[in-house]
């Protein structure tokens, strides 16, 4: 939905009590009074994504903490009055200036004094997740709450935040939508003379047009096909685009914290046929994933696959395609056990080969993302799978 105060893509009341009750039942199977809930804007905004998940509101600037009580009402510490002001506007919990240092922000302080009035000084509080916390303040949590267990709970956020609910769908089929003008712009903007430089902005401000936020994670990268030896670089250069040229692509649109992947390959003129030879493999290791994207099934079973297939068509030392979708480190490439598929995940296909003599291209060719459903897996672009020539 789009907010009624704030015209920025948010969720429902009803979405954040799901989340928190959800929450709340794995903090209460692993006996955690309390969460400690860490962010930052890092890897394209996504470490930010378990603040955003639990408050509904993506922080900007320094990072931010939430402490989110088994019982009692959770408080998110911000930075200033400014970030206070808007983060009212769409947060489900209430939100706190915290004090101030001379070093900064006395999160620290704020945080075990919450605690401290929680009845939990003594009590066992989930980090989520060690990754974006920052040592020292993780020091003085351990220095100011001297009787308290501290454990590592970002297992708790991986398993809430992995199977999507009907609303964040919508969330993650807008950002496919927002991949799918991204890939049009760059077609409609690539000829020669061009470079990478135009192709990354075209992309970004059809993904912005579309809904989508600023500052993605875009792959895109040019160059003659007998020259290319590995996956493409961020963002392009400043090389000129020239006549015979492949564009080779991974972008990763956000719409309202959600992302999915789109991969397109782009040739200026009649693609070579040693590329066309890799790209049909990688479109037959792509069917074999999207044939396997069901319930009950597994990562590694699929990867095992793609192995055995790939192995009859040449000398590969690594063959892979399947990817948790989201960019953020809390649950990218992390699936329970051997990544079985539920419904409500999405995954991204997209099929990577490298050879073991170290020649040739090693990475991706095209991909997209997928949502899992009970049957057929719901593909998150509508664009077609080809070679877009221009």
């Given at each position: ?5 704030w ?7 009803e979405e ?14 692993r006996?955690?009074?309390c ?32 402490v ?6 959770p ?9 206070e002001?808007?983060?009212?506007k769409?947060?489900w ?6 004090a ?9 302080g ?6 401290k009035e ?7 509080l ?11 303040l ?11 267990k ?23 089929r ?7 003008r991204?890939?049009?712009a ?15 902005a ?6 912005i ?6 500052g ?5 990268d ?23 040229d492949?564009?080779?692509t ?7 914290g959600?992302t ?12 070579p046929?040693?590329?066309m ?7 037959e290791?792509y069917?074999?994933?999207r ?29 892979w ?6 960019m ?16 409500g ?7 990577s ?5 170290g ?6 060719l095209?991909?997209d ?18 070679v877009?020539?221009?």
């Amino acid at each position: 939905m789009i907010g009624q105060q704030w015209q920025i893509p948010i969720f429902s009341k009803e979405e954040g009590e799901r989340r928190h009750r959800k929450i709340r039942e794995g903090m209460a199977s692993r006996g955690i009074d309390c969460l400690i809930i860490s962010g930052h804007l890092g890897m394209y905004r996504s470490q930010a994504a378990d603040l955003r998940y639990v408050c509904n509101y993506c922080t900007w600037g320094d990072g931010e903490h939430v402490v989110f009580p088994l019982k009692g009402e959770p408080v998110r510490f911000t930075w200033s009055s400014s970030k206070e002001f808007w983060a009212k506007k769409v947060s489900w919990i209430p939100v706190k200036i915290s004090a101030k240092t001379k070093e900064g922000r006395d999160y620290a302080g704020d945080i075990s004094a919450k605690l401290k009035e929680l009845g939990l000084e003594r009590g066992t509080l989930g980090i989520v997740n060690t990754h974006n916390m920052p040592v020292d303040l993780y020091l003085k949590l351990r220095e100011n709450l001297p009787h308290a267990k501290f454990e590592s709970a970002r297992d708790i956020l991986i398993e809430c935040r992995i199977i999507r609910s009907a609303e964040e769908l919508e969330f993650v089929r807008k950002s496919g939508e927002c991949g799918d003008r991204a890939i049009e712009a760059i077609v409609r903007t690539a000829r020669p003379g061009v470079d990478d430089y135009a192709l990354t902005a075209e992309c970004e401000a059809a993904m912005i047009r579309s809904g989508g936020e600023s500052g993605n994670f875009l792959l895109i990268d040019s160059g003659p096909w007998a020259e290319r030896r590995i996956s493409m670089r961020e963002g392009g250069t400043y090389r000129k685009l020239q006549q015979g040229d492949i564009i080779l692509t991974e972008l990763t649109p956000n719409y309202g914290g959600y992302t999915v992947q789109v991969l397109r390959p782009i040739s200026l003129g009649k693609p070579p046929d040693d590329f066309m030879r890799l790209y049909d493999l990688h479109c037959e290791l792509y069917e074999i994933v999207r044939r396997e994207l069901r319930p009950g099934n597994t990562k590694d079973a699929i990867t095992a696959q793609l192995g055995e297939f790939a192995s009859k068509k040449g000398d590969f030392s690594w063959v892979w395609a399947l990817q948790d979708v989201d960019m953020s480190e809390v649950s990218r490439g992390v699936l329970p056990g051997e990544g079985e598929l539920k419904p409500g995940m999405v995954i991204t296909n997209h099929p990577s080969t490298t050879y073991r003599s170290g020649q040739g291209h090693s990475g991706h060719l095209f991909g997209d993302s997928y949502i899992i459903t009970e049957g057929e897996p719901e593909c998150t672009s509508k664009l077609p799978h080809q070679v877009f020539v221009v």
